[in-house]
Structures are given as structure tokens and as C-alpha cells.
């Protein structure tokens, strides 16, 4: 069973960082699409960022420049590097994968697996 579970999420000051962190189990293919998604209260689903196996990396224009996706293999940890949070950035985060090769230019909403989320909060 592919289980993923972040954390990392808290309440912040505009200007500052964050880093989100979601541990995969159960996933056994080698080849991988891992991104993570937002949905704030009353908005759609925004997807933030993804990376696949091969390293190709993809961002949202809202968060281009200010945020960072990555993994680390050796842990099966998917990663969220963000700075510079504004108070638009508050939503729930979540994290997910998916196997298929085309999952990079898909929304990470729509990815087979996702986790159960955490909670950034930005304040002015």
C-alpha cells in the first residue's frame, strides 16, 4: 500500500520560509512523478510543483522564484523549499505520485497517491 505523509507545515509571518516534507512508503517502481498540490478554503485546487525520476521539474507561475521542489532517493522523501511565503501562499499542501510518464505535465491533483496534508498559514 503507497502511503505518503508530510509535515512540516506551521504559521509564519509573511516574508518568511517553510520547508514541507513528505515521506513515500510502498511505492516500489523505479521511475516516478512526485508533486505536490495546495487548496486553500473556498478556492480551487492550485498544483505548486512536480518532479519526476529524470529530475525534470515543473512550477506554477505563482511560485516560481520563491519555491523549490526536490527528493531525496535514499530517504523517499519528497521535499518543498519556500520562501519569501505571502499570505495568498496559505493553504492545505499535499503531496503525491503517480506512475505514469505523462504524470509531469498533469496537474499533481490528479496523480493516483496523495497524502493527507499540512497546513501552512501565511500572515501579513
Known amino acids: 500500500e503507497v502511503q505518503l505523509v508530510e509535515s512540516g507545515g506551521n504559521s509564519v509571518q509573511a516574508g518568511e520560509s517553510l520547508r514541507l516534507s513528505c515521506l513515500v512508503s510502498g511505492y516500489t517502481y523505479s521511475a516516478y512523478t512526485m508533486g505536490w498540490f495546495r487548496q486553500a478554503p473556498g478556492a480551487e485546487r492550485e498544483s505548486v510543483a512536480a518532479i519526476d525520476s529524470d529530475g525534470l521539474t515543473t512550477y506554477a507561475d505563482s511560485v516560481k522564484g520563491r519555491f523549490t521542489i526536490s527528493v531525496d532517493d535514499a530517504k523517499n522523501t519528497l521535499y518543498l523549499e519556500m520562501n519569501t511565503l505571502k499570505p495568498e501562499d496559505t493553504a492545505m499542501y499535499y503531496c503525491?505520485?503517480?506512475?505514469?510518464?505523462?504524470?509531469?505535465?498533469?496537474?499533481?491533483?490528479?496523480?493516483?497517491?496523495r497524502g493527507q496534508g499540512t497546513q501552512v498559514t501565511v500572515s501579513s
Open positions: 503525491a505520485i503517480d506512475r505514469r510518464i505523462i504524470a509531469i505535465h498533469l496537474p499533481a491533483y490528479e496523480y493516483n497517491y
